[in-house]
């Protein structure tokens, strides 16, 4: 890589850094708020209602990464006019997936929620309300992803960063309105959300029309530029399908089995665990365009050294955070939550463990999408998660805990990793997957358990608490950055 390349990977992990820090500490101070305000179940009925929208946006999803993907390709070939033609079928694409996802989300989403979900009957209109709200959420979502992914293949990370940063403080300070609101808070809360995601669209939509020459109003239909997009998208629909249904198929089991308590508790370990995975996926947004932009010209092997260094950094960054919290989750629950929804921290510490071979998974893909054969790992991966629901199922059936789901899914992820380790192989042979275990993932491990124990040795000397939680924290950060920074040291002295 150029000098001015690994300048300006730096610059935006830097900036996507700062802008997770300051996000995840003002979502987590949001979630504390509404929490109280509205009391753990309607906090649940809002997570699982909302999560019924969420299930139909696996269209949005899936053309979100195609759109990434093909315009990150076409500023790697250097063509204008293709880009921006490629952009302005994306935008008809997204119009026309908004679209769908009314329509169902109006006919069997608002059937399922009226009929199949477990809520006080007293809460039904509440619930309703809530749900109309999300699905105007998520069309303002919906729209904003071909300029998001603008944003983010023209690498000016700063912008994005800026963004969110201002929409989580506009957030939070519409929240406090709650204290204040005589009527139903749990509606007013969800109207909320609703309207600063609309103003989130057209922030985006301003700054790139503006910015980026690519960027259209005018959406365009060519089958030409559409048709790759849409076969590329078409396999990938699948996987993305698979992939929310697991995700919320796991909340829908919960609310089944357990009841919206329980839904609050799986909502908020669900925040811990996205807080600390978007911490760790800045080193990915960074990388990916390079990534992709090396596969396009050919350079595969800066091709895969940015690949060995991205997953280095991201599992590097992700146990910083995720294992002194695992440690300290009791305390840190309470501390946050006051009186925190029964099974909160046991969940939350399943739940990071579980999931994250998906960081691993995350990144190994997108070698696999800049290819654009997607179809093998499509198929399989997206099986893997499909069948991830049913077994879950049949286990809560044999084992009653709230805990039962999250084990099943920590075993079918670790297939799922597997599993697209196979597939990056088939589709590049150049990769050499057993090296990337052996000399990357393995002894990330093993910096991880040997960090994690010393840790706990530690600071379990001391009485639970503030003090236990810094020292937690700074003695893993001292150990696992030290091992890290030989571990990288050695592997770039090798290249």
Not at 128 to 134: E, G, K, L, P
């Amino acid at each position: 890589m150029s000098t001015s390349e690994n300048k300006r990977i730096a610059k935006n992990t830097i900036y996507l850094n700062i802008r997770m820090v300051i996000v995840i500490l003002v979502n987590l101070y949001v979630s504390r708020v509404v929490l109280a305000e509205l009391g753990a179940e309607d906090y649940g009925i809002y997570n699982v209602v909302g999560g019924i929208v969420i299930l139909l946006v696996f269209l949005n999803n899936t053309m979100s990464a195609a759109t990434s993907r093909f315009l990150t390709f076409e500023m790697g070939n250097n063509n204008l006019e293709r880009l921006k033609k490629t952009f302005q079928n994306a935008l008809f694409m997204h119009l026309v997936i908004a679209g769908i996802v009314v329509f169902f989300a109006e006919t069997l989403g608002l059937w399922f929620v009226n009929t199949h979900l477990n809520i006080p009957e007293e809460r039904m209109i509440a619930a309703n309300w809530v749900y109309q709200f999300s699905i105007l959420t998520m069309v303002a979502k919906i729209i904003q992803v071909p300029f998001n992914s603008s944003i983010i293949a023209n690498e000016r990370m700063e912008v994005y960063a800026w963004i969110e940063i201002v929409y989580s403080f506009t957030l939070l300070g519409l929240v406090y309105l709650l204290g204040f609101w005589s009527g139903d808070k749990l509606v007013f809360y969800g109207f909320l959300v609703s309207i600063v995601a609309i103003v989130s669209l057209f922030v985006y939509l301003y700054y790139c029309v503006n910015k980026f020459k690519e960027c259209c109003l005018i959406p365009q239909y060519e089958k030409s530029i559409l048709k790759p997009m849409i076969s590329f998208s078409g396999f990938d629909l699948y996987a993305n399908f698979c992939a929310t249904l697991k995700s919320q198929g796991i909340t829908i089991l919960i609310n089944w089995f357990y009841g919206p308590a329980i839904n609050a508790a799986n909502a908020i370990a669900n925040q811990i665990q996205a807080a600390i995975f978007n911490f760790c996926s800045t080193v990915t947004s960074a990388f990916r365009p390079q990534i992709v932009k090396k596969y396009a010209v050919g350079n595969l092997n800066e091709m895969k050294n940015l690949l060995n260094i991205s997953s280095i950094l991201s599992i590097m960054l992700f146990s910083f955070i995720a294992v002194p919290i695992i440690l300290e989750m009791d305390f840190i629950v309470k501390i946050w939550l006051g009186t925190p929804p029964e099974y909160t921290a046991s969940i939350s510490q399943v739940s990071i463990i579980a999931n994250s071979a998906t960081l691993i998974n995350t990144i190994l893909i997108i070698p696999i999408h800049a290819t654009g054969r997607v179809k093998r790992i499509s198929l399989l991966g997206g099986t893997v998660y499909l069948l991830t629901v049913p077994a879950a199922y049949l286990f809560m059936r044999l084992f009653n805990s709230p805990l039962t789901p999250y084990f099943v899914v920590g075993a079918f992820m670790i297939l799922l990793v597997l599993t697209t380790s196979a597939v990056l192989k088939k589709e590049i042979k150049e990769v050499d997957i057993v090296y990337y275990y052996l000399k990357i993932i393995i002894p990330s491990l093993v910096i991880i358990i040997a960090s994690g124990y010393l840790t706990y040795s530690i600071s379990y000397c001391f009485e639970s608490g503030f003090l236990r939680v810094f020292i937690s924290f700074a003695v893993y950060l001292i150990f696992s950055l030290s091992l890290f920074t030989a571990h990288l040291y050695l592997l770039l002295q090798k290249r």
